[in-house]
């Protein structure tokens, strides 16, 4: 892989630890979406973020949750309320990821959602988070998931 590639993905990459970062934010605050993403880009070195995606991420996430939960509801086993605020901040970023970008092969965001839940979440999270957004990429990506066995 080229070393421009390898600088995408990694911009990438810093843009969704950003943005799931701020969608827990504001899920235990609720403070402004455009607050939330003035603090970060001031309190951090953003320079080798791919400031765009961490702009629609954050903000495209929040702004369709609900869309998103009823995304997730089928394929969780537990109420969307019950969730750590971590696993839901990183399943709803994972689910608009599924949705919303199908450039993006969807084992890559399973394995990029797994890497946020083992740096934020809880011991075994990651399991968890696999597990759901396998079962999601059934429905929103079934002709890639059946290529790909």
């Not at 399943?91 to 990821?97: D, N, P, V």
């Amino acid at each position: 892989m080229s070393q421009t590639l390898q600088a995408i993905y990694a911009a990438k990459r810093k843009a969704r630890r950003f943005a799931v970062q701020g969608i827990y934010e504001w899920q235990m605050s609720r403070n402004p979406v455009h607050e939330i993403e003035a603090r970060t880009r001031a309190e951090n070195a953003m320079h080798k973020v791919d400031l765009n995606y961490y702009h629609e991420l954050l903000t495209e996430v929040i702004g369709n949750r609900e869309v998103l939960d009823a995304l997730l509801v089928p394929v969780l086993d537990r109420e969307v309320d019950a969730l750590d605020g971590v696993e839901l901040a990183t399943l709803r970023l994972g689910a608009y990821e599924l949705k919303e970008h199908m450039e993006i092969p969807y084992r890559v965001v399973l394995d990029e959602a797994i890497e946020l839940a083992k740096h934020f979440g809880g011991a075994d999270s990651h399991k968890y988070i696999n597990g759901v957004l396998d079962r999601l990429a059934i429905s929103l990506r079934e002709a890639e998931k059946q290529q790909a066995k």
